[in-house]
């Protein structure tokens, strides 16, 4: 009974693992039918939607993840006005012990000096302004000069 349970994981795991070969093999084979000069709906009947999707500067690009652990390899297709004018593959680089120390090191902000935007004179007037304009808009109180007759 051991040994059927046994051989029952075995081939589970050989057919996740031919599963995932013949995904790969698959995607590898859409993307490389993928053409300069498709338009975006053919893409999308070829390789089907990206796994990620970005507007820069005046092209679109897609990107496929090509293996199944996410980013470890993408495949890029850049569109200019909804046309394919350039494929490829991009991979992560890896970085040494001492880049990712020098990437996850905090970097020090320098303050921006204060510029005032009005000189003392000039903040006066407009204060004096603001509470002239203050004092004009609040109405006489009639109920205060009442009490005050009191």
């Known amino acids: 009974m051991k ?9 589970i795991i050989f057919i996740s ?10 995607r590898k084979a859409e993307f490389d039918a993928v053409e300069i000069g498709m338009v975006k709906s053919e893409v999308l009947d070829i390789a089907g939607p990206p796994h990620w999707s ?3 500067h005046d092209h679109d690009r897609w990107i496929y993840y090509m293996k199944p ?3 470890q390899s993408e495949k890029i297709i850049y569109f200019r006005k909804g046309v394919v004018v350039r494929k490829g593959l991009r ?3 890896v970085l040494t012990p001492e880049e ?3 990437i996850k090191k905090p970097k020090p902000i320098k303050p921006k000096p204060f ?3 009005y000189t003392k004179e000039e903040l006066r007037k407009v204060i004096k302004k603001a509470v002239d304009e203050e004092e004009k808009r609040k109405p ?10 009191l």
Do not use: A, F, W
Not at 17 to 26: A, G, I, K, P
Not at 140 to 149: A, G, I, V, W, Y
């Open 115 to 117: 510029t005032p935007t």
């Open 54 to 56: 970005d507007h820069k």
């Open 140 to 149: 006489k109180d009639r109920k205060d000069s009442n009490l005050e007759q």
């Open 91 to 93: 991979e992560k680089p």
């Open 17 to 26: 693992t031919v599963r995932c070969v013949s995904d790969y093999e698959q």
């Open 3 to 11: 040994i059927m349970i046994n051989l029952l994981y075995i081939l």
């Open 69 to 71: 652990e996410g980013r």
């Open 100 to 102: 990712m120390d020098e």
